[in-house]
Nanobody
């Protein structure tokens, strides 16, 4: 079992930056692959970025590649998402997710989820 709490969301102008954080508690954080997903109003939850347990490998959705960076600090039990060059279409609730087995881009592969944090990009 692991508990996840996101923070760092807010309102930002197009072209601006935000840094989301996800704090984990419970089981050993380094035993989980971590990911960020997002869900815009009226749309399905979609993959944003993922990072392996050790942080040695990352993977991004094409829509955020080159603008977003996922990172983790296993000593602090946190995973971060640095979002640069934000666009209005990045507006969504952003969720942190964890899984002890999979390094995946699919919602169904992740067992543990945070409550989400709202990111709003204004034009």
């Amino acid at each position: 079992q692991v508990q996840l709490v996101e923070s760092g969301g807010g309102l930002v102008q197009a072209g601006g930056s935000l840094r989301l954080s996800c704090a984990a508690s419970g089981r050993t954080f380094s035993s989980f692959a971590m990911a960020w997903f997002r869900q815009a109003p009226g749309k399905e939850r979609e993959f944003v970025a993922a990072i392996r347990r050790s942080g040695s490998s990352t993977y991004y959705a094409d829509s955020v590649k080159g603008r977003f960076t996922i990172s983790r600090d296993n000593a602090k039990n946190t995973v971060n998402l640095q979002m640069n060059s934000l666009k209005p279409e990045d507006t969504a609730v952003y969720y942190c997710a964890a899984d002890p087995v999979n390094f995946a881009t699919v919602v169904a592969k992740y067992d543990y989820w945070g409550q989400g944090t709202q990111v709003t990009g204004s034009s």
